[in-house]
C-alpha cells in the first residue's frame, strides 16, 4: 500500500484528493491547521490526520518524524490576501508568503520521499495572466511554480510538477467572492471548477500512470487561460 501526505487536506482540492486517493486503496495522511475540519475528515473518508500550521518549520519537522516516508506528497496548503497592490501590508505578505511559499519549501525539504516518489505542488492559474487584487496571492503562486521546475532538476531522484487550478468552487473562493457569475462567464467551459476535476489530475501526478512525466504545470480550469468564451 502507497503513503501519500496531503498538506492543507482538511477541506477544498485537499480533501477531494484525499477522497479520490483512499477509494484508490492508498493509505493518506492529511494535515492542517483545523482540528475540527481534521476530525471530520477522519470521520468521513478515513484518513490519518495530523494537525500541522506548514508556515512553522517547528510543525513541519514534527509532521514529518509522524509520518515516515511517504510514495507521494501533495503540497497543497495555501492561504489567499486579495485587495489593491497599494493596500497590501507587511502583515498580509508575512502570511501569505509564510504558508504559501516558506510552507511548500520546507514541506518538500522535510519530507521523507522514497526514491521514484512524486510530488504535486499546488500553484495557480494567475502565474500565467495577470489578474487585478491579487498581486500578493499570484507572487507567492509564481514562487512555487519556479521552485517546481528548479526542483525537478536538483532531485532526479522524484517526480516533481504542479498543478494550476482556475476558478474552483471551494470554501476558500466563496469567501472570497460574493458573486460567481462573472468568473463563471469567463470560462470556456461555461461552469466553476469542482475540487475533484483537480484531484482527479493530483491523482494521476501522483500514480504510476504519471512515471515519465516530471517538471510539468497542468492547467485545471475549463479552458479560462487558453480561450475566451463565445
Known amino acids: 500500500m502507497k503513503t501519500f501526505l496531503i498538506t492543507g487536506g482538511g477541506s477544498g482540492i485537499g ?3 484525499a477522497r479520490v486517493l483512499v477509494e484508490e486503496g492508498a493509505r493518506v495522511v ?3 491547521r483545523s ?3 481534521l476530525a471530520l475528515a477522519c470521520k468521513e473518508i478515513g484518513v490519518e490526520t495530523v494537525v500541522a500550521d506548514v508556515s ?3 510543525d513541519v519537522e514534527a509532521l514529518m518524524e509522524t509520518v515516515g516516508e511517504v510514495d507521494g506528497l501533495f503540497a497543497n496548503a495555501g492561504v489567499g490576501v486579495f485587495a489593491e497592490f497599494g493596500k497590501i501590508t507587511e502583515e498580509d505578505v508575512d502570511r501569505v508568503l509564510a504558508t504559501n511559499f516558506k510552507g511548500v519549501y520546507f514541506t518538500v525539504q ?3 520521499l522514497k526514491p521514484g516518489a512524486s510530488v504535486v505542488l499546488n500553484a495557480s492559474w494567475t502565474v500565467h495572466r495577470g489578474f487585478p487584487g491579487a498581486s500578493l496571492y499570484t507572487a507567492s503562486k509564481a514562487a512555487v511554480h519556479s521552485l517546481a521546475r528548479t526542483l525537478t532538476a536538483e532531485m532526479p531522484h522524484v517526480r516533481v510538477n504542479t498543478v494550476s487550478p482556475g476558478y474552483i468552487a471551494t470554501d476558500m473562493f466563496h469567501e472570497n467572492v460574493e458573486d460567481g457569475e462573472p468568473f463563471r462567464r469567463q470560462v470556456a467551459m461555461g461552469r466553476l471548477g469542482e475540487p475533484e476535476d483537480v484531484a482527479h489530475v493530483v491523482s494521476f501526478l501522483l500514480s504510476e500512470r504519471a512515471a515519465y512525466v516530471t ?3 497542468f492547467v ?3 479552458g479560462l487561460v487558453g480561450a475566451i468564451p463565445a
Open 15 to 17: 480533501l477531494a484528493t
Open 35 to 37: 482540528p475540527e475540519r
Open 215 to 217: 517538471g510539468q504545470d
Open 30 to 32: 492529511v494535515a492542517g
Open 56 to 58: 512553522k518549520l517547528s
Open 110 to 112: 522535510q519530507a521523507r
Open 220 to 222: 485545471v480550469d475549463g
